[in-house]
């Protein structure tokens, strides 16, 4: 079996993982609040991030390779890109856990998939020109997005939720231009380990300022909470890093994209949640916005997933 095939798989389970996690974070809306939810996710990410970068410290102390800390060229750059990314990834994440209350999970998925568009045009601020077949993508994604959210009768305005993710978006897609310019100066685990300690410490801070949390509600969502930030976002990322070693760029983004497929799959498997034929053609077309849009770039979608440790 190759490596690369090892990595196809790997790529295809993490982004189950990452589609599935909108199912999580969906069965929680009525018993825990965005924050207090987030504070779970997040917590427990920077915990299981901070366990995976000290067992490869072991691992590569005892095989002589590597010193305490991990090698950084620039402190300066891991502690300011951790900064700006967490706060990034945490307002993003806030969004995407505000939208979901009011909209379903195979939605979220969707909508949330927009940041991959937004990526290439937030670059035309930093010199980067993009390729003439986005501005397509981007015409198909707004239709796409008409039919998902705006239904039959009603106006061009969107639901509050779907305004609210995709304010997320435009955070997600920030987040992953800015860890595309400090991974290249700083370890990308302790990197990305940071970014989820910042979200963790701005969580339970939003927590106890803007809800009532209570210790037996939160104990009881305890569950979707540890799927959302270890199995999705710790293992996931992990996951990731290894498997997009052996994988084409291309192909790992196109791969990456059917976490929307999979958020719409495991609402329907595990929550009962249906689409109506509108609001799967809606899915339909930004899917393909985001397939069409990926198929000539060479780039990495989330160079922080890309951790060759």
């Not at 979707?224 to 976002?233: D, E, I, K, R």
Request: proline share 5%.
């Amino acid at each position: 079996m190759s490596k690369q095939f090892i990595g196809v798989i790997l790529l295809l389970i993490t982004t189950m993982l990452w589609g599935c996690s909108f199912v999580a974070q969906r069965t929680s809306v009525d018993a825990v609040d965005a924050f207090t939810f987030n504070t779970g996710r997040m917590c427990s990410a920077a915990l299981a991030m901070g366990v995976v970068v000290l067992i490869r410290w072991m691992i590569n102390r005892g095989k002589g390779k590597e010193a305490w800390p991990p090698p950084i060229t620039d402190k300066k750059s891991l502690l300011v890109g951790g900064l700006l990314c967490g706060l990034c990834l945490f307002i993003g994440i806030s969004c995407m856990q505000l939208g979901i209350m009011t909209t379903s999970a195979g939605k979220t998925g969707f909508e949330t998939a927009l940041y991959i568009i937004e990526v290439p045009i937030f670059a035309l601020f930093i010199g980067q020109k993009p390729r003439k077949i986005l501005w397509f993508c981007v015409l198909l994604a707004i239709v796409g997005l008409w039919f998902l959210a705006v239904q039959p009768g009603e106006t061009m305005a969107l639901a509050k939720g779907d305004i609210i993710l995709l304010i997320g978006t435009v955070f997600f897609a920030l987040q992953i231009l800015f860890m595309d310019h400090y991974v290249e100066k700083a370890d990308p685990m302790l990197l990305s380990t940071l970014q989820f300690a910042v979200g963790g410490i701005l969580a339970p801070i939003c927590m106890f300022l803007f809800e009532e949390p209570t210790w037996a509600a939160f104990a009881g969502e305890l569950p979707p909470m540890l799927y959302a930030g270890v199995l999705s976002s710790a293992v996931g990322f992990t996951l990731a890093a290894y498997a997009q070693q052996y994988v084409d760029p291309t192909v790992a983004s196109l791969l990456m994209s059917l976490e929307g497929v999979f958020a719409v799959t495991g609402a329907w498997v595990i929550i009962q949640e249906t689409m109506s034929p509108r609001e799967l053609i809606g899915c339909a077309l930004m899917f393909a916005a985001t397939i069409i849009t990926q198929l000539p770039e060479r780039q990495r979608r989330e160079t922080y997933e890309t951790d060759n440790s």
